[in-house]
């Protein structure tokens, strides 16, 4: 083989091997990676919530310029990178560079350090990190840029870390975005999960992060199914059940009652699984407590289980208040499952998943409201032909069958 046709595949591999490194490392987007390597940073990534992005490039031992983006939608907001010196990636403790935009179009850019009193609602001012403690986080060159191809708001900087407490194959770094701030006090930001998740560790020289709290969010991904599957699908299906399969079962009316309560049984026990679940949940939050969302699902859960009483609680048909005790039990079956679905939605507005959640569930209520039309029109055409029938017998109208002689044996 000719030296000239070792070259040619010499460099055709180096350039293959060469796309293929920059393909995995540009894991952000082609906009973002264009305007990053223009201003000449190596490196690429999107962020795993906020739909932020963030690029940097090393350059010393312990020295890194990094340059974070995102779309506001706001006239008015801030932005936010920040290293946090401890064993797991998260927001109290975290030495954070945060740019403001005014409505008015002025910026601010400043150094803030954030404490636990920050999450509770304390005011954050611009802070020195050495007034902390010796040997702190350095940020220079610091500034704000928005970027009209992107429409995004950037901050860029360059950052010297403490070798004592910083490593950047294992860095601790956290973002986040507020859409509101007085002078330059940022106020607080959204209590989204995707807000409280906004943190990872990541290796610089590879690009490789690990998202803290990656269980945690499996669990949220488990109680939110549970909920839709037990709360959201079978115990309104049992409510179809009973209220519209008096007609098509009528043949089967015992049989009919046990589709009924073998749907609210296993609706009951998976719903309280998921709702056991999001307790838990719960009080892993220290700082965030999603109020309307709790209040909603413990009323599902004393009701339901109320409903579920009936098993055993309700009256006999030939009780005087039965008809009574039907009304008020129909009643409170519908109110749960109005709020049922508005929880789930809550919830799902909480969660911020991809859009196949909404897109699912919305689904289901469209299936059911599909039966629903479907028997409703049937029942009431069943139940006008009885009425019919019914009428024409007591009138003597009816069409009586000639009884034919059966031959004596």
């Not at 990053?36 to 990534?45: A, D, P």
């Not at 150094?111 to 920050?118: E, G």
């Not at 956290?174 to 859409?179: L, T």
């Not at 990541?202 to 939110?224: C, E, F, N």
Request: charged residues 15%.
């Amino acid at each position: 083989m000719s030296s000239l046709s070792m070259f040619v595949i010499f460099m055709t591999l180096s350039s293959s091997f060469t796309v293929s490194v920059i393909a995995h490392l540009t894991l952000c987007s082609e906009p973002f990676f264009l305007v990053s390597l223009k201003k000449n940073f190596t490196n690429c990534k999107k962020l795993v919530t906020l739909e932020a992005e963030f690029a940097w490039k090393i350059t010393g031992a312990h020295q890194v310029e990094i340059f974070f983006g995102k779309r506001l939608y706001a006239d008015m907001g801030w932005l936010a990178w920040g290293v946090n010196p401890g064993k797991m990636p998260q927001m109290v403790g975290t030495r954070a560079i945060i740019g403001i935009k005014y409505s008015n179009g002025s910026t601010f850019i400043g150094t803030y350090y954030i404490t636990r009193d920050t999450k509770m609602g304390c005011k954050l001012q611009p802070k020195n990190f050495n007034e902390i403690a010796q040997n702190e986080v350095e940020f220079h060159n610091m500034s704000m840029e928005y970027i009209t191809e992107l429409d995004y708001i950037t901050i860029r900087a360059r950052v010297i870390l403490p070798p004592a407490a910083y490593n950047i194959t294992m860095l601790n770094h956290v973002w986040q975005i507020g859409y509101g701030a007085e002078g330059t006090e940022p106020k607080q930001h959204p209590t989204f999960l995707q807000n409280v998740d906004s943190t990872e560790t990541i290796d610089l020289r590879t690009g490789r992060s690990r998202q803290a709290g990656k269980r945690i969010y499996y669990m949220r991904s488990v109680h939110g199914i549970l909920s839709i599957v037990g709360w959201g699908t079978f115990l309104p299906f049992g409510v179809i059940i009973a209220r519209y399969f008096k007609y098509p079962l009528e043949t089967f009316r015992y049989c009919r009652f046990r589709i009924h309560v073998s749907c609210q049984i296993a609706g009951y026990i998976i719903g309280t699984l998921g709702w056991i679940l999001g307790l838990y949940l719960g009080n892993l939050s220290k700082f965030y407590v999603f109020e309307t969302h709790r209040l909603y699902s413990i009323f599902i859960f004393a009701f339901t289980t109320l409903q579920m009483l009936a098993l055993r609680l309700r009256p006999r048909k030939e009780d005087d208040y039965r008809k009574y005790w039907n009304m008020y039990h129909h009643f409170l079956g519908y109110a749960l499952l109005a709020v049922i679905s508005i929880n789930i939605f809550n919830g799902i507005g909480i969660l911020k998943p991809d859009m196949t959640w909404r897109k699912a569930y919305m689904g289901i209520l469209l299936a059911f409201a599909a039966i629903v039309t479907v028997l409703e029109i049937y029942t009431w055409a069943k139940f006008k032909s009885n009425a019919k029938t019914a009428t024409s017998i007591q009138d003597g109208t009816a069409a009586i069958p000639l009884a034919i002689p059966q031959p004596r044996p």
